[in-house]
């Protein structure tokens, strides 16, 4: 059974190893080099004081994390949030992602976000389905906006409503603010 629970900076290497192989092989990240666990570490710790930061797991395995941070830094985007998931490559097409964007999105509606956004590489397909059957839906696309392997990549970006975004929102809630965090998983 896989079980989410909120990520610690012990689980960096793990985590590193996982998205080793998306910087190494892919385009899907447009990192060039992969960062030590002790940067892993660092940005879990600077992370789970304003935003949920999740691992997946079964069996005491990490198969995948998952994580929000501010759209921008701007005051009145405090209800804006992009999100990312990773999945061990092995692991791919079991629910993992899901299971941790479900989880993430409740985490976020309890610090009172109301929008999630996710910066997709143009031609991932399978992530573009994977973020449009969960609700989210194309607003923008940059064209050969970043550069990789050679190659000048699109980017498009996806946007999903967790709450009307009408009238006047409740103020974010730091997600170190949550009563009792490991229950709100």
């Known amino acids: 059974m896989i079980t989410v629970r909120k990520a610690a900076p012990a689980d960096a290497a793990a985590l ?67 999100v990312s998931v990773y999945v061990d490559s092995k692991k791919h097409g079991q629910g993992t992602g899901k299971i941790l964007y479900q989880t993430l999105e409740t985490v976020l509606k309890k610090q009172n976000v109301a929008i999630l956004t996710a910066c997709i590489t143009g031609g991932n397909q399978t992530s573009l389905r994977f973020h449009e059957k969960l609700g989210y839906q194309e607003v923008a696309n940059f064209p050969k906006i970043g550069y990789k392997f050679d190659q000048w990549l699109d980017v498009v970006w996806l946007q999903k409503y ?19 965090i490991e229950s709100n998983l």
């Open 16 to 82: 590193v190893a996982i998205y080793a192989p998306y910087v190494q092989e892919t385009t899907i990240t447009f990192d060039y080099e992969v960062p030590s666990a002790a940067e892993f570490a660092q940005k879990i710790n600077e992370t789970i004081y304003t935003y949920p930061y999740l691992v997946a797991e079964e069996n005491g395995k990490i198969l995948g994390y998952a994580y929000a941070h501010a759209y921008k830094e701007r005051a009145a985007y405090d209800w804006a949030v992009e």
């Open 162 to 180: 967790l709450t009307e975004v009408e009238g006047t929102l409740p103020p974010f809630i730091p997600f170190s603010k949550l009563k009792d």
